[in-house]
């Protein structure tokens, strides 16, 4: 019996980056979905998987288990490098992987600051404090990104790649909280040129938010 893999997802998070590459890449894969409002990330079973308590993860064969969406997104390109979903070398993989790493380590941790700062404080004060400290941050940050992006196209050029995937949930998030992201319309561009393409529909459709590359 062929294992499939199994993607532990939670809806709107940024482990869509992650679905968008499975369903571009084009292999099969079983969903296995872990509640963050819920909780479900916090419980004994799914720690098994990852100790760290976070999504996404990729068990690829039992017991084998891949975090971080840059080393994922990397290795699902890897599967399917007739698609070209990320450069393989020079110059723009590493213009690739300075994105991704852009993305995980300022980026993502900006949002979390705000969205679940008790993450790195218990002190009440400091949680109220980072809540709006860190929604400007977050902000700041997406303007970071739209100051980078090219006029036309996409991250890295005219060919679309698993970066402006990974890009796509910064933008929501930032739209869904109300932040004016009107004053970002490299970044904007760029999404709306991703929500169309017949992977993310899929993914989008199968996280319940089939309604944002409709609007």
């Known amino acids: 019996m062929t294992f499939s893999p199994k993607f532990y997802f939670s809806p709107g998070a940024v482990s869509m980056a992650t679905h ?10 079983t969903l296995e979905p872990i509640l963050i409002r819920e909780g479900q990330q916090l419980t004994a ?20 288990v891949l975090t971080e969406t840059p080393a994922l997104l990397t290795y699902l390109a890897e599967l399917a490098p007739e ?13 690739a992987n300075e994105w ?11 949002f979390i600051t705000f969205f679940r700062p008790q993450r790195y404080t218990s002190d009440e004060g400091a949680v ?18 739209e100051s980078r992006l090219p006029a036309e196209g996409f991250v890295l050029g005219e060919r679309y790649s698993l970066c402006d995937a990974y890009l796509t949930p910064f933008f929501l ?11 970002l319309p490299r970044y904007g561009r760029l999404v709306s040129s991703v ?20 609007a």
């Not at 979903?85 to 213009?95: E, F, I, S, V």
């Open 195 to 214: 929500l169309p393409r017949p992977a993310v529909r899929r993914a989008l459709e199968q996280e319940g938010y089939g309604h944002l590359y409709r």
């Open 45 to 64: 079973q799914y720690r098994r998987v990852n100790p760290l308590a976070r999504v996404p993860a990729l068990e690829i064969e039992p017991g084998v």
């Open 83 to 95: 698609l070209g979903l990320l450069p393989t070398n020079g110059l723009d993989r590493a213009r």
């Open 20 to 29: 968008i590459a499975l369903e571009e890449a084009g292999i099969a894969y």
């Open 100 to 110: 991704m790493s852009l993305l995980a380590s300022a980026v993502h941790v900006s």
């Open 128 to 145: 109220q404090a980072l809540k709006v400290d860190g929604k400007q941050r977050f902000h700041d940050m997406l303007r970071h990104v």
């Open 173 to 183: 998030w930032g739209r869904h909280f109300e932040l004016p992201v009107g004053d």
